[in-house]
Every structure is written in structure tokens, then in C-alpha cells.
């Protein structure tokens, strides 16, 4: 059974970072594609990052390029995303995920099967 739990969020102020972790359990990162995605209130999922199935190929939204990094230690079966500059349009829910995109498609949240439960990342001052 693939489980998917998230944490690290919280409350940080704008231009502070953040490190999420995605601890999974039941899948092999050499099968499946990784992701975040992320719910602000009031809108719908978007994609903020991807990295892709057996190998090191990372992918990330424009609106987050450069500020944040996708990185996965594989014998703790965890994920993570660093996040750093952040600012108040990054408040949301931020989701991990896991599936088996084809090549192009590591953007869509239909691409993906199994989903955490979310944490929530608030940028406030």
C-alpha cells in the first residue's frame, strides 16, 4: 500500500525559507515520478515541482524557478522541496505526489495516482 505523508509546513515570513518532506512508503522512486502541487484558497491545484522517475531530472513551475528545489534522499524513501524567497502568493496547501507521467505531461495533476494529505505553508508577516 503507497502512503504519502507530508510535513514542514508553517508560518514563515516573505523573503523566509522553508523545507517540506514527503515521506513515502510502498513505491520505488526508480518507478515513480515524484511532485508537488499546490491548493491557494479560493483556486484551483497547480504544479510547482517534478522529479522525474529513475533519474535526476528536475522540473519546476515558472513561478517558482529558481527559488525553490526538488531534491530526494532515496534510503529514507523521502522527498523534499526547499524553498526559499518565498512570498505571500506562495501561501497554499502544498500537496506531494506520486505517478507515472509521460514524457511532458509531469505538469498534470491527472498524471498522478497517489496523493499525502497535504501541509499547509503560510507566508505573513
Known amino acids: 500500500q503507497v502512503q504519502l505523508v507530508e510535513s514542514g509546513g508553517g508560518l514563515v515570513q516573505p523573503g523566509g525559507s522553508l523545507t517540506l518532506s514527503c515521506a513515502a512508503s510502498?513505491?520505488?522512486?526508480?518507478?515513480?515520478?515524484m511532485a508537488w502541487f499546490r491548493q491557494a484558497p479560493g483556486k484551483e491545484r497547480e504544479f510547482v515541482s517534478a522529479l522525474n522517475r529513475g533519474s535526476s531530472n528536475t522540473y519546476y513551475a515558472d513561478s517558482v524557478k529558481g527559488r525553490f528545489a526538488f531534491s530526494k534522499n532515496t534510503a529514507k524513501s523521502t522527498v523534499y522541496l526547499q524553498m526559499s524567497s518565498l512570498k505571500p502568493e506562495d501561501t497554499a496547501i502544498y500537496y506531494c505526489?506520486?505517478?507515472?507521467?509521460?514524457?511532458?505531461?509531469?505538469?498534470?495533476?491527472?498524471?498522478?495516482?497517489?496523493w499525502g494529505q497535504g501541509t499547509q505553508v503560510t507566508v505573513s508577516s
Open positions: 510502498g513505491l520505488s522512486f526508480s518507478r515513480y515520478t
Open positions: 505526489a506520486a505517478g507515472t507521467p509521460n514524457w511532458g505531461s509531469s505538469h498534470l495533476e491527472r498524471m498522478y495516482t497517489y
